[in-house]
């Protein structure tokens, strides 16, 4: 099973103290950032918070990625030299505009994984999708690399890349937002959505999530600590959802074992369909075993 990615929460990465706050929270993952949070004339003083906090913190059971600047930045190359030795679990690559950024990035670590007799493939990557050039390239950056564990899409930057005015409905993003998570799903690779901008609008954040979660993401994106518990507790199915779930995996695996395909669970007829998502209800829930 793939690992959980619900809430994904950006930190700056100067700030010892944000990123300490960060593993209290119990988010799923948490990204110390290096590119847009952070000036540019603080880009050296990060790479260093960042190297040291990543050993000397307890993140528990949080994910430890770091977001470098764009592939092309002239920065990229410093945020893996510099941050390498800390051995996140993984990388985001933003702005990614084709495949040669990932492939140049993952062969890069396969070298570091390698001089350092590390799990070869070990340290994952993200590919962030911010421009149109990145949406028209989705299926060749989504077959990019083997460590690419998923495509995240960023709002924001795409909107302002095809010179769209954004909107509370978020049509203008629409297709960008609905093609990252079909390449995304076509390559068995997770798909993370856009941080939700409005920092104190709870309400709308909740719905922005619900809506995302029901065109097929796995997870969003976070920019503000208290976004976490309302992604999560939209991407966490209720209890007796998982539980419905479970008992029709086993009742489908019982009719499998004597020699049934359709049956009839609850008064209703089951195909595979719907045995495809109770499995995703499992895995949201992080119980699939």
Do not use: C
Not at 77 to 92: N, R, S
Not at 137 to 163: P, T, V, W, Y
Not at 209 to 217: E, P
């Amino acid at each position: 099973m793939s690992r959980v990615r619900r809430a994904m929460l950006f930190m700056p990465g100067d700030s010892h103290k944000k990123i300490e706050k960060g593993t209290t929270l119990g988010v799923d993952s948490i990204i110390m950032d290096l590119e847009d949070g952070v000036a540019f004339t603080q880009k050296a003083e990060a790479r260093r918070v960042i190297r040291e906090a990543i050993p000397a913190l307890d993140f528990g059971r949080s994910e430890r990625l770091i977001r470098i600047n764009p592939v092309g930045s002239a920065l990229e190359m410093d945020d893996l030299a510099d941050t390498i030795a800390a051995h996140p679990d993984g990388y985001v690559i933003p702005k990614v505009d084709d495949a040669t950024q990932v492939i140049q990035v993952s062969d890069w670590l396969a070298q570091a994984e390698q001089e350092r007799g590390w799990q070869m493939g070990g340290i994952a990557l993200f590919a962030l999708i911010e421009t149109a050039r990145g949406v028209v390239n989705l299926k060749e950056i989504a077959q990019s690399s083997q460590r690419l564990a998923g495509l995240m899409f960023g709002a924001e930057d795409f909107a302002s890349s095809i010179g769209a005015i954004r909107t509370v409905q978020g049509m203008e993003v629409f297709y960008a937002r609905s093609a990252v998570v079909t390449y995304a799903k076509a390559f068995n690779l997770q798909a993370i959505d856009s941080p939700y901008v409005d920092i104190h609008n709870l309400d709308g954040l909740r719905e922005e999530t619900r809506q995302i979660m029901h065109m097929g993401y796995d997870g969003k994106l976070a920019i503000h600590p208290k976004h976490v518990s309302i992604i999560e507790e939209v991407f966490t199915p209720p209890a007796e959802t998982v539980e419905r779930a479970r008992a029709l995996i086993t009742a489908h695996d019982e009719h499998q074992r004597g020699g049934t395909g359709v049956f009839t669970f609850e008064g209703r007829m089951i195909d595979m369909p719907m045995i495809r998502a109770a499995e995703q209800v499992l895995a949201r829930a992080g119980s699939h075993e």
